[in-house]
């Protein structure tokens, strides 16, 4: 990979099965693993994937369950980290649960089609966040791999002429990230004014629903083609949100919901056990530190906002988003409020703290 003068990066790619290294680290990153792992197993050199962090305590049964059927030798941790893959992966029809992540169908997806998938099927039961699958299919199109989406409950690999791509060079823009803006439009609508640019409004990408939550709320929001204008209404208001297809958003509705008048209601709660933390628990615990009264009902997260927060000591446990959260929460706290292990947005969005200053915020980073 090179990064070119223009600052685009050039890849060039050494075909299936061409693994430069055969010990693999995904970090803490859980999309890196799920949708990488199935790639790995493209090649049939044994390959360790490891990771860091709290990717090492998270279930991974899906590659104990899944590969065999594949014809892939997978040694794991009993269902965690670390993995030892041999393939080469033979795609076959096979039944996957996709209630617990999406990014599991991702990685098969990509794999089959680079393995050259033909009159196979993936069927899939139960599945979960169906727009980031949306969005995989729209990229796999742009470099010519075609699969049927049988209404997101089997995906049909035909084995056409276009199924393999093209072997010349192909450019693609990388759209701007919704779940990383989702944190400042949400800033810009309890503190702003602000101007957002280089998020695509016509995206696929799941976490652009905070549009509709923040129109809920009654934030200002003004739409172009490239530009998204938000600030505080006269009073943002409680709403109803189900986050089942975007659970990532939690962090910044809650955020949100903090500065709403009422009672906010967001659904979804069972998408966030087994996060980088427990999600719905810690919400509930480092805002409860500022003051805010978050309940958990069954798969409803309730959140009484608009009574005010305050300075306190908060802990990111590592999560890049709950620093997030509690970074925009803070702008809006009488009192200071100090993120322990605040270096966990490195993960997503290294410059998120820098971006707050230059729309204004006060941030003190300590090293």
């Not at 990771?51 to 369950?65: A, C, K, N, T, Y």
């Not at 050259?116 to 727009?131: E, F, W, Y």
Request: contains cysteine; glycine residues 12%; charged residues 20%.
């Amino acid at each position: 990979m090179t990064r070119l003068e223009d600052g685009s990066l050039q890849v060039v790619s050494k075909g299936v099965g061409g693994a430069a290294d055969i010990t693999v680290n995904c970090g803490e990153s859980g999309l890196g693993l799920r949708m990488f792992a199935p790639i790995i197993a493209l090649s049939g050199q044994t390959v360790k994937v490891n990771g860091e962090g709290s990717l090492l305590s998270r279930p991974m049964d899906f590659f104990d369950e899944i590969f065999p059927q594949l014809g892939i030798r997978v040694v794991s941790n009993k269902g965690k980290l670390p993995l030892e893959i041999q393939g080469p992966l033979k795609p076959r029809d096979i039944a996957i649960d996709g209630s617990l992540s999406s990014q599991f169908l991702t990685g098969l997806l990509l794999a089959y089609v680079a393995a050259g998938a033909k009159d196979v099927t993936i069927r899939v039961h139960n599945l979960k966040s169906k727009p980031y699958i949306d969005l995989t299919l729209d990229v796999m199109k742009h470099f010519g791999w075609s699969v049927e989406n049988r209404n997101y409950e089997e995906f049909y690999f035909s084995g056409g002429p276009d199924s393999r791509g093209g072997n010349g060079v192909l450019e693609y823009t990388v759209e701007g990230d919704w779940s990383g803006g989702a944190f400042l439009l949400v800033a810009g609508a309890i503190a702003g004014p602000i101007i957002v640019r280089g998020l695509d409004a016509g995206s696929t990408q799941a976490d652009k629903a905070i549009l509709r939550a923040l129109s809920d709320s009654g934030a200002s929001l003004t739409m172009s083609d490239h530009a998204i204008g938000i600030g505080p209404a006269t009073g943002l208001k409680a709403f109803t949100f189900d986050a089942t297809d975007c659970p990532d958003l939690f962090p910044p509705l809650v955020a949100l919901a903090a500065q709403a008048e009422g009672t906010t209601v967001i659904a979804g709660v069972s998408r966030l056990a087994h996060k980088e933390s427990n999600r719905g628990l810690t919400l509930q615990e480092e805002f409860g530190k500022m003051g805010l009264s978050i309940d958990l009902v069954g798969d409803k997260m309730l959140i009484r906002g608009g009574q005010g927060m305050h300075g306190a000591i908060v802990h990111s446990r590592h999560d890049h988003r709950i620093a997030m959260a509690c970074a925009v929460a803070a702008l809006k706290a009488e009192g200071e409020v100090t993120i322990e292990a605040a270096d966990a947005i490195d993960k997503s969005y290294p410059d998120f703290y820098r971006h707050l200053q230059e729309l204004g915020g006060t941030v003190k980073i300590q090293l």
